[in-house]
């Protein structure tokens, strides 16, 4: 079996990093290579970030028996664009998708030019799957967390049950080793992403990754963590665990195996701001290992909007635990929610806070109801982009995009907003800057200049 994976491009980049400018390995696809190794004859990764024009060439040229690809919502468009060029330059392929999209609305991809969704972690399907094809079984049984087109139907093969963490093989980051120096967060370049959990023990309303895990939170043991860090090359790693430092006991042990271990890397992590006030200790321990900065979602900065966010934190935490950053050495690159129902004055008081408390790096969504979210149930009805087809336009799903009615006229809300960005614009250079000349040797990045 030849395997052609892809990451699909998208017209604006901006999800999750903002101003701050940002592309990240596709480890999600790495972990599925690592587990479709062993039935395949011929693998290879195909980054459309990177490459905008090899897809076609690519198709063409490698002739792949399957094609699979995965995304965010924003990339539904894109991803069944890709699956239609491989249905017509490769007659005969199979065609899967997956990720967060997939999982949550398999019905997107009901068409023609899907043959297989995966719903959660894919590397269990598709290995599945994979194997009977290359044995030269027609997969008409039923495989668990997969959907397949049969005829004009589609058929599920049942959850997966419990994830087994540590029995998902490592990923397989070799597949494309000179796409890796291009890999970057910032001044973090080229930088690793690395998962030790995954799920989260919050209940977060706007945010749709505890749902997809059925509210589970996974932990991986601890010394396969620190031999998986071991095999990587880059300088600088990214920990893309939704909470990580919640359990302190654990990420002692693991700061301290890495300082056993001798591995010298420097870390970017997510982290809770109650997370960070409990267990500061912990953080101050991996500082000493190489933490150098945290990624805190503060999302709202006043209580109503915490409660609506159902945050489970008050402003005073948020601004203490910016002082405990501070006062550590942390550089913090925090975000925020803008509502649609957002006057001057909201814009306004943003600005400020961000400015009071010296954040070093601002980063800014626009509320949009995700699929998986209560406010996507709720506000359905809302929406205000829609694709002929009757389901929303998913491509202005970015968190860029105003898709739900706003409280200032629209003009006037994209105005602001474009104010509250460039705001903060020249202190991204200024890092950026500094960053670099304190780095000797380091590849800084600037990429503010695409938006």
């Not at 459309?48 to 040229?61: A, F």
């Not at 996507?376 to 205000?384: A, Q, S």
């Amino acid at each position: 079996m030849k395997l052609l994976l892809v990451y699909p491009n998208a017209h604006r980049e901006l999800i999750g990093f903002g101003d701050l400018g940002a592309i990240a390995e596709p480890l999600a696809l790495e972990y599925v290579a690592a587990a479709c190794a062993p039935h395949t004859s011929d693998m290879r990764l195909l980054d459309l970030r990177l490459h905008r024009d090899e897809l076609e060439p690519t198709l063409q040229s490698f002739q792949p028996d399957v094609v699979a690809v995965t995304g965010y919502s924003m990339h539904v468009p894109r991803m069944l664009e890709i699956c239609s060029s491989a249905k017509a330059l490769v007659p005969g392929c199979r065609t899967v998708v997956g990720g967060h999209h997939a999982t949550l609305l398999p019905e997107d991809f009901h068409g023609t030019a899907v043959d297989y969704i995966v719903k959660g972690e894919g590397s269990r399907p598709i290995s599945a799957l994979l194997e009977r094809l290359a044995a030269g079984d027609a997969p008409t049984a039923d495989i668990p967390g997969l959907w397949r087109r049969a005829g004009d139907e589609w058929r599920f093969g049942g959850d997966q049950g419990t994830l087994e963490l540590d029995t998902v093989p490592a990923p397989l980051r070799s597949l494309r080793p000179e796409d890796r120096q291009h890999y970057f967060i910032d001044w973090m370049r080229p930088i690793a992403l690395m998962r030790t959990t995954v799920g989260c023990p919050y209940r977060c309303s706007f945010c749709s990754l505890w749902r997809i895990m059925d509210g589970r939170y996974y932990r991986r043991d601890v010394e396969r963590v620190v031999d998986e860090l071991a095999t990587i090359a880059e300088p600088y790693v990214f920990l893309v665990d939704d909470e990580p430092f919640v359990n302190a006991g654990r990420m002692d042990a693991m700061a301290d195996a890495i300082a056993a271990s001798g591995i010298r890397k420097e870390y970017f992590s997510y982290c809770r701001i109650d997370t960070l006030l409990r267990n500061q200790r912990t953080l101050e321990k991996w500082i000493d290992v190489g933490l150098r900065r945290v990624f805190l979602g503060i999302e709202g900065i006043t209580s109503r909007e915490l409660t609506d966010f159902n945050k489970r934190l008050t402003i005073s935490q948020i601004e203490d635990g910016l002082a405990a950053a501070r006062g550590m050495g942390l550089k913090v690159f925090a975000s925020f929610i803008v509502s649609p129902f957002y006057t001057r004055t909201e814009f306004n008081q943003l600005i400020r806070f961000i400015e009071r408390n010296r954040i070093d790096y601002p980063s800014f969504t626009i509320l949009t109801p995700l699929p998986g979210t209560e406010d996507f149930t709720k506000r359905y009805d809302e929406i205000t982009e829609w694709q002929a087809n009757g389901r929303p336009d998913w491509a202005k799903w970015d968190l860029q995009h105003l898709v739900l009615p706003s409280a200032l006229p629209r003009a006037t809300f994209d105005a602001e907003y474009t104010r509250l960005r460039r705001t903060f614009r020249g202190a991204y250079e200024i890092h950026q800057r500094k960053a670099a000349t304190q780095r000797p040797g380091a590849l800084a990045h600037t990429a503010l200049g695409r938006y």
